[in-house]
Structures are given as structure tokens and as C-alpha cells.
């Protein structure tokens, strides 16, 4: 008995100690060191899961805080200087360049996915497709009852993002809404529509395409991404899911997924951009359900990737970023 009491106390010893030392590794590298992402909440997991991949197979060491608050909440944070890499659904606003301007801030604004907007149902909802009238009568509340444009019978709920989302924005503007979130039930995250969505026949929301897939890139089965026509003539209407039509700007809800870097660049951070633009980066976005960025998008970069080729800037740590692969 004495023995087996012995044997647990040198265990806890050696746990403890472990824990320790872990703890200790772990706070060797201080917050800014460390490289601070913030932003939208629509290219948080894509992020995420591009990051995770860059550490497995690029980089081990990279370090880094990643927050996926909002795009609005991103954008401040980055005309701050408090991060060095703002993620946004949205492309910045003038008034928010001239900020950076005015204070003397480079940076690069790069597009490194596609997103089709998926306008959801549950699965219990008979809804077959909508136009874009329609979908702006229903997120303006003039449409309040689902038998209004198909054979369901029940109050029509829409689910979206709250004001610090990138993505109502994106969505008040397309379809020029004023006020548009007296119409909807606010939600923080994507997820969070999502689930409501699920959980509510008479749910209706709005979110980018990756979250309605899962890892498999097969379509979870308690929602319907509705096909959307131009109007309600159309003999087609199109879905988020149809790669052949989004790559052509053919359905409708298309847009750009941005992201801000601040100059001098972080080495370890240039490295990782590199990555995501990568055809395994892209590939990478295409397996989380998004698509990759086209030849246009692509010459767009490039053009802001010469502010790196020509600069030959080193940052805080005396790294040259301006220069090499």
C-alpha cells in the first residue's frame, strides 16, 4: 500500500512538472511577437484551417492570435495598427483608405478566395427558387408569409448577421436595404444562422458557401441553398453550388474575400501569404467549399505584391521582407 502511494505521489510530481514546462514553452513567445489576425467571421474557419495547414506543413513554429469578431471590428483594429492582418468580407471604404493614408500606414490588399452567398432554407421548406426580388421583398419584410412565393404555409423568419458583419453590409448595399436589421434576427457568427436555419422551417438566412458543406464538401442535408434568378423571368436559375456559373460571375451574390497586411511585412507573415496564394493554398480553399480566385483577381495581386518586390522593407525584427520566395 505504502508503495502504490509512492508510485501516484512521483506521478503527480512528474505531471505537474510536465504541465510546467509546457506552460513555460508556451509563454517564451510574448504577444507581440506573436502575429495578430482579426476580422471577418465568414473567412475565420477558412483562415483557420489555412493556417493549420501552413503550421503542419510549412511552418511549425509560426505564432500567431487569430479572432473572427467581424469585418467591421477587423477594419478598426487595423487602421489602429493593432493587428497585422485584417480579414474582411468586404473591400475597405474610402473614407477607411484615406485613414491609412493620412497616417502614413502601407499596406496590401490582397483577394485570396471567391464566395458565392448562399440564401438558406430548412429542409422542411418547399421553396424551390428565388429571384432577387424576391430575396430583397423577403429581407425587406414586404414578403412575411413563405405561401407568398411557394406552397409553404408559415411567418416568414430571417436570420442575419449583426452591424459588425462585413457580410450585412455586403448584403444591406446589394440589395439596398436601409435599416436591414429591423427585418432580421441578429446572430454573431455564420454558425449561428446556420443553426437556426436548421432548427426553423421557417427559417431564411444568408451565408458564404463554405459553411453550408461539410469536410467532404457534401451539402448538409437540414438546409436548401436556394437558386437564384437575376429575375423572375429567367428561364435558369442559379445555384451557389454551380462551379461552372459562379467562376463566370453568373450567379448573382458573388464576391471577393479580402484581406489587409500592414508594411513592413512580418517575414513569417509574408511566408504564410505566399502559402495561401499557392495552388496548394488554393486547393486548400476549393476543399473548404470556396472557390479559388480567377485570373483577374490573380492580376490584382500581383500588382499589390510588387509593393513587396520593390520595397526590400525590413520589419522590427530586422528581417528583410521586401525580397526572396
Known amino acids: 500500500m505504502v508503495f502504490r502511494l509512492i508510485k501516484i505521489f512521483f506521478s503527480f510530481v512528474l505531471i505537474v512538472a510536465f504541465s510546467c514546462q509546457r506552460a513555460k514553452q508556451k509563454n517564451l513567445i510574448s504577444s507581440d511577437e506573436k502575429i495578430k489576425i482579426s476580422g471577418s467571421n465568414s473567412e475565420y474557419e477558412l483562415v483557420s484551417r489555412l493556417i493549420q495547414e501552413y503550421v503542419k506543413t510549412k511552418n511549425p513554429n509560426f505564432s500567431y492570435e487569430i479572432e473572427g469578431e467581424g469585418s467591421e471590428i477587423g477594419i478598426r483594429k487595423f487602421l489602429k495598427g493593432e493587428i497585422d492582418m485584417a480579414m474582411s468580407s468586404r473591400r475597405m471604404k474610402p473614407f477607411e483608405f484615406n485613414i491609412l493614408e493620412a497616417n502614413g500606414t502601407d499596406y496590401l490588399e490582397i483577394v485570396f478566395a471567391y464566395d458565392a452567398l448562399a440564401f438558406i432554407t430548412n429542409y422542411k421548406n418547399s421553396v424551390d427558387s428565388l429571384s432577387l426580388e424576391q430575396i430583397s421583398d423577403i429581407l425587406s419584410g414586404k414578403i412575411i408569409n413563405w405561401i407568398q412565393v411557394s406552397k409553404f404555409k408559415g411567418p416568414v423568419r430571417v436570420y442575419g448577421r449583426n452591424t459588425e458583419s462585413g457580410t450585412f453590409h455586403f448584403v444591406e448595399n446589394k440589395f439596398q436595404i436601409l435599416g436591414l436589421r429591423k427585418y432580421q434576427i441578429s446572430c454573431n457568427t455564420s454558425r449561428e444562422i446556420l443553426e437556426n436555419v436548421m432548427n426553423d422551417s421557417c427559417g431564411f438566412g444568408y451565408v458564404s458557401i463554405g459553411y453550408i458543406l461539410d469536410n467532404n464538401k457534401k451539402l448538409n442535408k437540414n438546409i436548401w441553398p436556394v437558386p437564384v434568378y437575376y429575375q423572375s423571368n429567367r428561364p435558369q436559375a442559379v445555384s451557389p453550388l454551380q462551379h461552372q456559373y459562379v467562376s463566370k460571375n453568373l450567379y448573382p451574390v458573388c464576391r471577393p474575400l479580402y484581406q489587409y497586411f500592414k508594411l513592413p511585412l512580418k517575414k513569417e507573415l509574408k511566408e504564410f501569404l505566399m502559402f495561401e496564394l499557392s495552388s496548394q493554398g488554393q486547393k486548400i480553399v476549393e476543399d473548404?467549399?470556396?472557390?479559388?480566385?480567377?485570373?483577374?483577381?490573380?492580376?490584382?495581386?500581383?500588382?499589390?505584391?510588387?509593393?513587396?518586390?520593390?520595397?526590400?522593407?525590413?520589419?522590427?525584427?530586422?528581417s528583410e521582407v521586401g525580397t526572396g520566395n
Do not use: D, H, P, R
Not at 289 to 295: S, V
Not at 296 to 317: A, D, F, P, R, Y
Open 288 to 318: 473548404a467549399g470556396f472557390y479559388k480566385i480567377n485570373t483577374e483577381l490573380q492580376t490584382q495581386n500581383n500588382i499589390q505584391l510588387m509593393k513587396l518586390m520593390n520595397s526590400g522593407k525590413v520589419n522590427e525584427n530586422g
